[in-house]
Each structure stands twice: as C-alpha cells, then as structure tokens.
C-alpha cells in the first residue's frame, strides 16, 4: 500500500471507514486502551480534537486489548466509555491487535514506517501516529507522551 489513504477498516459500529476520505487532513491514529494508565489521555485527545477538528484534524481510536488486556470486549463498549467517561466525540474504531501476525493492516503499515525506543513493535496502549495531510510524513510518539506535547507538531503539519 502506498500511504495510509489507501486503507479500510471497520468502525465500532460495524461500518467501513475509507482512509481515502482523509486525503488533505492531518491523522491523528492512537491505540487506545480503557483500563489503562493513561486512559486519562482521552481527555487531551479529545481537547486536541475540539481544538483543531476545523483546521483539518481528524483523530481515530483504534481499541486494543494487546498490552495485559486493559480493553473492554469489542470498539463499541470502548466506545460508550470514552464518551461517557471523557466526552469523546471523535471516531473509536473495532478492537483490533497492532502487534503480532493478527495485526490490524494499518498498524503494520504504520510500524512499517515508523519506529519506537523498541523498533517497530508497539510497547503499550496510546501509542500515537501523526501523518501528515499528503500521507507521506508519519510521526510516533510513545505512550507517555501526553497529546498537549504534539501541539507544535500537529500545528506545523495543519500548516502544509
């Protein structure tokens, strides 16, 4: 696959999502988990989207019960609680895995082009992928880092 326009997946409520929608917008694709340590992260994810929906930014949260399965049973419980625990408006996608050969695609194409302290593989929940409106720039950022600390970045790639 050439860029990340050029997949599908399926949202939380069952209805496929084309990625070829976002050509033109700043992603901003975050592997989520609801019984995590970061969780609270929901809230500065959500902030970012309030903030920068209408400049171009589009945020989607893939559920994953990968890392000592903190995640509920499927994308649309994990959906339910980010709203109601964090007012979440932005996508939540279906659970998926983003490690391993059952990997989502779009997670082995993100890791593809990417790296972490640990190579490719994803260490734990919110890691976090910001790609820019052509799909050809994509950044990683780890777990602990707190959506607020992509500002400057997420600011720069809604300027191109």
């Not at 860029?3 to 997946?9: E, G, L, Q, W």
């Not at 695609?105 to 082009?113: A, G, R, V």
Request: hydrophobic residues 35%; proline residues 4%; contains cysteine.
């Amino acid at each position: 696959m050439g860029t990340i326009f050029d997949f599908k997946a399926l949202t939380s409520k069952n209805k496929e999502l084309d990625f070829s929608e976002f050509k033109g917008k700043t992603l901003l694709i975050v592997n989520t988990a609801s019984k995590c340590g970061f969780t609270p992260q929901f809230e500065g994810l959500e902030n970012l989207n309030q903030k920068y929906k209408d400049r171009g930014l589009v945020v989607i949260g893939f559920p994953s019960g990968d890392f000592a399965n903190q995640e509920l049973a499927d994308g649309s419980k994990a959906e339910d609680f980010c709203q109601l625990n964090y007012g979440v408006t932005f996508q939540i996608m279906k659970k998926v895995h983003v490690n391993g050969d059952d990997a989502d695609p779009i997670f082995k194409y993100l890791k593809s082009k990417t790296r972490g302290f640990f190579g490719s593989r994803i260490k734990w929940n919110f890691t976090k992928f910001l790609i820019s409106p052509d799909g050809s720039t994509i950044k990683r950022y780890a777990p602990i880092t707190k959506p607020e600390k992509m500002e400057k970045d997420i600011e720069k790639m809604l300027a191109q």
